[in-house]
Structures are given as C-alpha cells and as structure tokens.
C-alpha cells in the first residue's frame, strides 16, 4: 500500500520532532512510551532512522558553518511543504541547526552534564554518533578532546552505545570502575561507589579504581555482567540482557528477581516510594512485566501473589505489611 504525500509529510514531521526531542530538552516517561509506541510502526521506525542518519551526519560536519546553514534550510524547506505541520518541522530544524551552529563549537572542548529527574530518562545523541541513554534519576558528564572520550557516571543508571573511532578511546568512569571500549553497547548502574556493569555487545575492560586484590581488570564479552565495589571487581556471571535493559524500552522485566529489588528497581521511578516492611519476604521471586513508573500495578501484582497489604502513607508512600488474616 503507497502512503500519499501527505502522509509522508505528516509522518517526516513527526518523526523530526522525535529526533529533536530526543537531542534536546528532557524527556519524562510518558513520553518515552508514546515514543516506543508511535516507533512500533515500520514506516516511522524508518522515517525516525533517516532523520536520525541526518542529525548525526550534520553533526559530524558542524564545524562548518555553510553546512550548517544549509541543515536548517533544509528542514525548513521540508516543513513548508505542509502548512498543518510546519511547526513541528520548523521546530525540529531550528534544533538542528541550533546546535550544529553553536553546540558543535562550543561542546567540543567542554564538559557537558546531562542529568534527569525521578521519573524521567532521556536520550542523547553525542558528537561522535554515540548514543546515551539515561535512566531515572541519573546524571552524567561528558568530555571529548581530540584524542579521548571520557564521561563520567555521577549516579543512576545509563545505556551507553559507541560509535567505533579506534583512535579517541571511550572511558566511562563509574566509582568504583573505569569502562573502556571502542565500539560497543554496554549499561552501567551506578548505586554510591559500586557499579553493575552488563555488556550487551562488543568488548569491553573493566578497571578497578579501588583495588586491593588481583581482581583490578578483566574483560567482559556480551551477556557478562559483573559488580565492582570497594576492593575490587566481583565475578562475572550471566545476565538476562533483555530484563536488565528492559528500562530503555518503559518496561520494567523481572525473571526470578527478588522482591526486595523489585521493590528497589520501581521505586527508581516513584517521588514516593514502596517500602517493604515484611522481610520474611524480601527474597520471594518476582516475575512479570510492567509499565516504568506503574507503581500501582506492581502492588497490586505483589499483594495478589504474597499475604501483604498495602498501607498508605500520608506523604504518599506505600508499605507492604503482613496481612495476618492472610498469614
């Protein structure tokens, strides 16, 4: 079936508005959800994808000011095509333009921060075609030179997938480890000083920064997940790759986790938190699969599956007790 050429437009500006959305200011998680869904359609996953191709190839020539230029125009031209969306496409443009025009020439030497709040995870496509995806409450400098990339997890959590350049390294240092790869998806979820590391694909090696053991550096190859701390780093073990990452797709998947770190993992997202005050209970099992932010649907999950009752708070938390008419 031929799409017309209005939808096309329609579907172009819409997709300009995700790439500029995603580059720009922060995005909650409602959004990341309508965002996966809109996605889930092929012709928008395209449509995302070579607007996408467009921002990155802009950035990698945005120190010249004509090419600039010319970016803007260009999405300029495309939403004056259709007078009902020009807005979202002017807006995408003036992004793109805004940042190829200073941000190229500015951010380059400079440390940059990116942070979110509870609740919210964000999307940022770096310099050098990297992608970095942060979690709830999280937050992470960057700084690129000439001959190296290194960023810094302050807290939270962070998908981070690199763009391959052998030349400039690509360091992230975490606490208790520093991660260093050249073309690879991994996740880092930094609690204090200690910090899990997965990998996803590629190769990476994990150096410890506090280190009084043998175990100050190792290789992990993709599934491999290992925690590092104070002392050194912890053994390698397998890792559910599509639940420790679930997150970036607004779903919480948990296989076998205990309830206690499920209760963790969703109040990762909650202003006001669960707090589990039956801890006959905290390494009961959990699995099943739910909306990032969903605090309720878990509770209700949990308190069908285990004798607790919820009791609210007048702050607006929640605690899980034993029910003793169900004990």
């Known amino acids: 079936m031929t799409m017309g050429r209005e939808e096309e437009e329609k579907i172009e500006a819409e997709a300009a508005h995700w790439v500029a959305r995603f580059n720009s200011p922060v995005a909650d998680t409602s959004e990341i959800h309508e965002f996966f869904a809109w996605k889930k359609d092929p012709r928008h996953a395209a449509a995302y994808e070579r607007i996408d191709q467009h ?3 802009a950035q990698a020539l945005g120190k010249d000011p004509d090419i600039a230029t010319l970016v803007g125009e260009t999405l300029e031209q495309s939403a004056s095509r259709t007078r009902s969306r020009r807005p979202l496409l002017w807006l995408a443009g003036g992004v793109i333009a805004g940042a190829l025009a200073l941000g190229a020439f500015f951010l380059w030497p400079l440390s940059v921060h990116y942070e979110t709040g509870i609740g919210e995870q964000r999307l940022v496509r770096l310099e050098d075609g990297s992608t970095l995806h942060l979690d709830s409450a999280s937050a ?6 000439d001959g190296h990339r290194r960023l810094t997890l302050i807290s939270g959590r962070a998908l981070f997938d690199v763009a391959h350049d052998k030349s400039r390294p690509f360091d992230v240092d975490a606490g208790a480890a520093t991660v260093r790869a050249l073309g690879t998806r991994f996740e880092i979820d930094r609690q204090q000083f200690d910090a899990r ?7 990476v090696r994990v150096d410890s920064t506090d280190c009084s053991t043998d175990a100050c550096s190792d290789h992990l190859l993709p599934g491999d997940m290992m925690m590092a701390g104070q002392g050194g780093l912890g053994p390698k073990e397998r890792g559910n790759i599509q639940a420790v990452t679930s997150w970036t797709s607004g779903r919480l998947l948990f296989e076998g986790r205990a309830l206690a770190d499920a209760v963790d ?3 990762r997202y909650c202003e006001a938190p669960i707090i589990l005050e039956a801890p006959e209970f905290a390494e009961e ?8 932010g969903d605090r309720d649907a878990f509770i209700r999950a949990v308190i069908a ?16 007790v034993l029910d003793p008419a169900r004990s």
């Open 305 to 320: 599956l285990y004798p607790l009752r919820a009791q609210p708070e007048p702050n607006g938390a929640i605690r899980l």
């Open 197 to 203: 590391i997965l990998l996803i694909e590629g190769k």
């Open 55 to 57: 921002w990155r190839s």
């Open 140 to 145: 992470v400098d960057v700084r690129f030179t």
């Open 285 to 292: 099992h959990v699995n099943g699969g739910f909306a990032v």
């Open 265 to 267: 993992e969703v109040n």
